[in-house]
């Protein structure tokens, strides 16, 4: 069965205080790893996806990268506006069972302070 | 251009009543997934529908859940005689592409919360 772990399970930074969050996964084959944001009382918003490792993707101060056992969503110079959970979720091949679902993870709670 | 919409937002129900969950997929796409996130938990896969037609449910429960996406109209997820382990938040998603080709990029919306007493 897929898997996915993240830590920490919360974060507090000061603005500006750059920090990295872990998503750790087991899967039979990785078919795409993705990021996503859930602000409170939303539904999760698209970040990234990155399939295969050494991949590096990033937007503004959003860094995402790939191995093969973990991927990091690199946060630098953090604003208040960065505080969200960052959900982190994993698909697995068609012929290995992973269908069209995503596994997710539990998230990381990041709060940036002033 | 309207995002993918859920109703109603909040939903409390008395255990042994039913649900309606209704989502209306974002213009142009046809595939609908809903998700299920308990409270501490990540979200969970329920079902994956195109029009008319269930895909894949193998996170749906065996017993009192079911769902459609019918030709006219909202994507449904029911759920009947409602216990009080059926309190979550259902999020629904929709893609432009099928399962196969897609690249797990979800549309979600912003999910019913269901409060069984």
């Known amino acids: 069965e897929d898997q996915v772990t993240q830590s920490p399970e919360a974060l507090r930074l000061q603005e500006g205080e750059s920090s990295s969050l872990n998503c750790s996964y087991t899967v039979s084959g990785l078919r795409g790893l993705f990021w996503y944001r859930q602000d409170p009382g939303k539904g999760p918003e698209f970040l990234f996806t990155l399939y295969s490792a050494g991949e590096e993707k990033e937007k503004e101060r959003l860094k995402a990268t790939l191995t093969k056992k973990e991927s990091f969503l690199h946060i630098t110079a953090p604003k208040p506006e960065d505080s969200a959970t960052y959900l982190c979720?994993?698909?697995?091949?068609?012929?290995?069972?992973?269908?069209?679902?995503?596994?997710f993870g539990t998230g990381t709670q990041l709060k940036v302070e002033l | 251009n309207a995002g993918v919409m859920q109703n109603p937002r909040h939903l409390v129900r008395r255990r042994g009543q039913e649900a309606r969950l209704r989502c209306s997929p974002m213009k142009g796409h046809s595939h609908v997934y809903w998700y299920r996130q308990l409270p501490e938990e990540g979200l969970k896969f329920m079902v994956y529908l195109q029009k008319e037609n269930i895909i894949d449910e193998s996170g749906m429960p065996k017993e009192r859940f079911s769902a459609e996406f019918p030709k006219e109209g909202p994507s449904i997820l029911r759920i009947q005689q409602v216990v009080r382990g059926d309190s979550a938040a259902y999020f629904c998603a929709s893609s432009p592409l099928s399962g196969v080709f897609s690249p797990g990029e979800l549309f979600f919306g912003e999910g019913s919360r269901l409060t069984v007493l």
């Open positions: 979720a994993v698909q697995a091949p068609i012929l290995t069972g992973g269908g069209n679902k995503l596994t």
